[in-house]
């Protein structure tokens, strides 16, 4: 079963609206949890690394302002997309590392629209 | 930072065909993984592979992490096998994993 849960899967909203997209580990504790964006035809990018406690890490060109990220427990990090335009429209995609050798796991995605 | 390329970038193949994807990348990684992303978005973790050879069923996959690239072997491709495959490495100096660019597969009946 899913060892990371991505909710909501799918956002219709208007410009200018603020949108939380979370992420939760769902059996194991993550000090560090990644954020990604996809647009169509293209790759994942990574946007940020959010760590437990502590400020995220922000990939150069992605705007720390607008896209807000808190991760205040050891299996919660919440994305906010602050006065979201169309060009925000995209794939967002969350993972969190387990420790030690194991892969990371992902969530199933947020569709966001802004219409 | 690390770079990772795929190769092909598409590929079409007829149902019941082999066929070998490449993911070659630039430094030294503790963390390689294989994804098929489904038309919904998910992704589907195939392997987890930093090193050595791995087989699920008609997949398989090896990494030979000192010549830094890693193949992943479908064999006699199914049409639920299209989709986009990622290759994704986190450097050993890194955090993060980075995705190649992909290979898009359709297989057709």
């Known amino acids: 079963g899913a060892v990371v849960s991505q909710h909501p899967s799918r956002v219709i909203c208007k410009s200018g609206t603020s949108v939380k997209i979370e992420c939760r580990s769902l059996d194991f504790q993550a000090t560090t949890m990644f954020w990604y964006r996809q647009f169509p035809k293209q790759s994942l990018m990574l946007m940020a690394t959010?760590?437990?406690?502590?400020?995220?890490?922000?990939e150069q060109g992605v705007e720390k302002d607008k896209f807000l990220i808190n991760h205040a427990s050891l299996t919660l990090s919440t994305l906010t997309v602050t006065s979201a335009h169309p060009e925000d429209s995209s794939f967002y995609i969350c993972?969190?590392?387990?420790?030690?050798?194991?892969?990371?796991?992902f969530g199933d995605g947020t569709r966001l629209s802004i219409l | 930072g690390i770079q990772v390329e795929q190769s092909p970038p598409d590929l079409i193949l007829q149902e019941g065909a082999n066929s070998t994807l490449r993911c070659n990348f630039s430094d030294s990684v503790n963390n390689l993984q294989w994804f098929h992303q489904n038309p919904w978005g998910q992704l589907i973790n195939l392997f987890y592979?930093?090193?050595g050879t791995k087989q699920n069923g008609r997949l398989s996959a090896t990494t030979v992490a000192t010549e830094r690239y890693s193949l992943l072997y479908i064999s006699s491709s199914q049409t639920t096998d299209s989709g986009v495959y990622f290759c994704?490495?986190?450097?050993?100096?890194?955090?993060?994993?980075?995705f190649g660019k992909g290979t898009s597969l359709l297989v057709t009946p």
């Open positions: 994704a490495v986190r450097a050993n100096s890194g955090y993060a994993l980075n």
């Open positions: 592979i930093p090193s």
């Open positions: 993972s969190a590392d387990r420790t030690g050798n194991q892969p990371q796991h």
């Open positions: 959010s760590n437990e406690g502590s400020k995220a890490t922000y």
